[in-house]
């Protein structure tokens, strides 16, 4: 990049709106996993549509790269430039100056906000207008909904309302040759050819840069009903979920696994926490149910099924939260427990899905591989089971030399994703592709399906200047 174009990109977000020193970039250099250190020759803090614009239309004149950056918690290395020496000379956009809500529409039930509006804001506003944003994640203090677009995360609610790219209704797009698509339509019903705003969902911005977007609003729920359930195995997981959802009409709103495991590890490593039950059991889920209607039908439905489950055997205990401050402590196990397995040594994580009836083959097949490949391994999965995504962790054996454990990750991680795709599932259920799992991409997907991409990138990105090597 020559010193003209940085001058230029200087005068185009004034003199808040850049950084380049080494200093001052280093925190958004590094991936919230610490698994990837990047380069770039200059950070743009933008704060309209119009400066967005501006700069992408000079990058791609001048052949400069950009990689778009919201919170910066993506899991898979996707907001981080300049990664192995490649591509160091370009620009790291972030967009966290656009913050804005455009438009709230209480009776369309929509939100209109700019990208690096934080999740929990948006919540928190549409709360003020008494409706539901849904999307829910443990980062959502800290991601935008840019980037929440941009890698269609998942969460705890999808069961109920869908991944993000089924929340949006609208985009405003700054195109790699610095177009701005108009796209911010609020309208549930609009068959008028392609569904181009769903080609940027997940695109990780290889695409082009999410500037705003229309989102779709639920009403508030009423009344919730949080229980923790023990079960005889997964398959039980399964059984009860589905009665759950035929009972109580969809009113399943989150259903999360986890393993003995995962809660020893919270109980053990984070302060506050306790184990619900006196016993010990080897499977649990956390299981959330809520209903527009307070009434009293949910926790009466709840026991209801409960009951059955007991009888049928596949529940073994369960402890129905009788306050919101009883339900939040029983989040706090399942929240906790990324942070209370990285207190044992080196993890080897996943992020597959299946189809939710396969959980249990899943589980089982992958359990006695990796136990059979590494003596002593700690198998510790957890996850949306109800969306049929599960973190199938893998700590280290106690005593073993961190090092040697994650020098076999890739050994392992093949095993793992070889037996999710033998079941028909995926090798990144909600994390994305980013620069972490690029080779997977190529090893998974069809050739039919590759050249598809390759298609798009060419078409929309030709000269390639959209977050390079990323993705695709
Ligand atoms: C504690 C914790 C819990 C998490 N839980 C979940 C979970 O339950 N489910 C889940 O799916 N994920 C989860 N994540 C991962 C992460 O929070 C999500 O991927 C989130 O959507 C990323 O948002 P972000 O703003 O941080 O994006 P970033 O990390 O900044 O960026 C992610 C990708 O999007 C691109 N991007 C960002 N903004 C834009 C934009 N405006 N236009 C175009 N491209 C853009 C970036 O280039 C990058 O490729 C978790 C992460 C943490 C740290």
Redesign the pocket.
């Known amino acids: 990049m020559n010193d003209q174009t940085i001058d230029s990109l200087k005068e185009i977000v004034g003199p808040k709106g850049w950084m380049d020193t080494p200093d001052d970039m280093a925190p958004y250099l590094v991936d919230?996993r610490d698994l990837y250190q990047g380069a770039a020759r200059i950070l743009l803090r933008p704060d309209s549509t119009e400066q967005v614009a501006a700069i992408v239309k000079l990058c791609a004149e001048s052949g400069v790269t950009i990689?778009?950056?919201?919170?910066?918690?993506?899991?898979c290395g996707?907001?981080t430039p300049g990664i192995d020496g490649e591509h160091e000379d370009g620009v790291l956009l972030c967009?966290s100056r656009l913050n804005r809500t455009r438009d709230i529409d209480p009776l369309n039930y929509t939100i209109t906000v700019e990208?690096?509006c934080i999740l929990a804001d948006i919540q928190q506003t549409a709360a003020d207008a008494d409706r539901l944003f849904p999307l829910s994640?443990?980062?959502e203090g800290?991601?935008?909904i840019?980037?929440?677009?941009?890698?269609n995360?998942?969460?705890?609610a999808v069961l109920r309302y869908g991944n993000?790219r089924d929340l949006v209704l609208g985009v405003e797009v700054v195109l790699p040759d610095g177009q701005i698509w108009d796209g911010l339509r609020r309208l549930r019903k609009n068959n008028t050819g392609y569904d181009l705003k769903q080609i940027?969902m997940g695109?990780?911005?290889t695409l082009?840069?999410?500037?705003a977007a229309v989102l779709k609003l639920y009403p508030m729920p009423r009344e919730r009903t949080t229980m923790f359930v023990a079960l005889n195995n997964p398959e039980a997981a399964v059984t009860l979920l589905a009665r759950l959802r035929a009972a109580s009409g969809d009113g399943v709103t989150t259903f999360e696994y986890l393993h003995r495991l995962c809660l020893e590890l919270a109980v053990k490593n984070i302060p506050g926490l306790t184990d619900p039950f006196e016993a010990a059991h080897t499977h649990y889920a956390l299981v959330e149910l809520s209903s527009g209607l307070s009434d009293g039908r949910v926790a009466a439905l709840a026991e209801s099924v409960l009951g059955e489950a007991f009888e049928a055997g596949e529940v073994i205990d369960a402890v129905v939260a009788s306050s919101g401050q009883q339900a939040t402590q029983l989040w706090k196990i399942r929240e906790s427990i990324?942070e209370a397995m990285n207190h044992e040594g080196g993890v080897i994580r996943h992020d597959v899905s299946v189809p939710v009836s396969s959980v249990p083959e899943f589980l089982d097949i992958a359990t006695r591989r990796t136990t059979e490949t590494i003596d002593g391994v700690r198998i510790a999965p957890f996850g949306?089971i109800g969306d049929g995504n599960i973190h199938f962790n893998l700590v280290q054996p106690v005593g073993a030399a961190r090092e040697d454990f994650l020098a076999r990750t890739h050994e392992i991680e093949t095993i793992i994703h070889d037996i999710a795709d033998g079941l028909d599932g995926s090798f990144s259920a909600?994390?994305?592709v980013?620069r972490l799992k690029r080779d997977e991409l190529t090893r998974y997907k069809s050739e039919v399906e590759k050249d598809l991409f390759a298609r798009v990138k060419a078409a929309l990105d030709p000269d390639g200047v959209m977050?390079p090597g990323?993705v695709v």
């Open positions: 919230v990689t778009p950056q919201g919170g910066n918690t993506g899991y996707g907001a967009l990208a690096g994640l443990a980062a800290t991601c935008q840019g980037g929440n677009l941009s890698t995360a998942g969460g705890t993000t940027f695109a990780e911005g082009g840069i999410i500037t990324p949306h909600e994390h994305g980013g977050n990323k």
